[in-house]
T-cell receptor, first 113, second 113 residues
Framework: AQSVTQLDSQVPVFEEAPVELRCNYS??????LFWYVQYPNQGLQLLLK??????LVKGINGFEAEFNKSQTSFHLRKPSVHISDTAEYFC???????????FGQGTRLTINP | GAGVSQSPSNKVTEKGKDVELRCDPI?????LYWYRQRLGQGLEFLIY????????KSGLPSDRFSAERTGESVSTLTIQRTQQEDSAVYLC???????????FGPGTRLTVL
């Protein structure tokens, strides 16, 4: 079984500042890792995913995440945020070969001008 | 092309009534998932369909919940004798056979009075 912990329920930052959203996972098997974004009143959209290979994964809208196996983490980063990045961000994990996603509780990113 | 669609977008019902929620996956996607998102929480897996294989029902919270899928197309999630704790957004997702990315619909917001 897998579990995901998003350490921050809310993260307020100023526009053009860097941001890191933290995600730790627990699993007894190898996993795939995902970050999804949910903009206000919209469905979930995939930001990026780690399946294998390079531990630094680049996604859409300038986001990137780094898979750290020893620390069982998959933190999401962006060097400079914009007002349009205001959304809820979800970290998720699935076992390789398994299909269902296990989600974290979500982190609400609020961008202040 | 068309994405995952769900209907209705909103449903208000009285405690004890039955409800049916519908999901139309992306054409050609053999895998279909249902998740539940309670207010302020992450998504919980409910059920997974893959082709003609037996569905993974491990996430269904009680025997009041059931789901069906017609071939590789439409799915219906049924909640019998609804309770107030069933109030949530119900999300459907689909993916290709062996695909790692799930595409989410906009969800159905269920309110049980």
């Amino acid at each position: 079984a897998q579990s995901v912990t998003q350490l921050d329920s809310q993260v307020p930052v100023f526009e053009e500042a860097p941001v890191e959203l933290r995600c730790n996972y627990s699993s007894s098997v190898s996993v795939y890792l995902f970050w999804y974004v949910q903009y206000p009143n919209q469905g979930l959209q995939l930001l990026l995913k780690y399946l294998s290979g390079s531990t630094l994964v680049k996604g859409i809208n300038g986001f990137e995440a780094e898979f750290n196996k020893s620390q069982t983490s998959f933190h999401l980063r962006k060097p400079s945020v914009h007002i349009s990045d205001t959304a809820e961000y979800f970290c998720a994990v699935s076992g390789k070969g398994a299909q269902k996603l296990v989600f974290g509780q979500g982190t609400r990113l609020t961008i202040n001008p | 092309g068309a994405g995952v669609s769900q209907s209705p977008s909103n449903k208000v019902t009285e405690k004890g009534k039955d409800v049916e929620l519908r999901c139309d996956p992306i054409s050609g996607h053999t895998a279909l998932y249902w998740y539940r998102q309670r207010l302020g929480q992450g998504l919980e897996f409910l059920i997974y369909f893959q082709g003609n294989s037996a569905p993974d029902k491990s996430g269904l919270p009680s025997d009041r919940f059931s789901a069906e899928r017609t071939g590789e197309s439409v799915s219906t999630l049924t909640i019998q004798r609804t309770q107030q704790e069933d109030s949530a957004v119900y999300l459907c997702a689909s993916s290709l056979l062996g695909g790692t990315e799930q595409f989410f619909g906009p969800g159905t917001r269920l309110t049980v009075l």
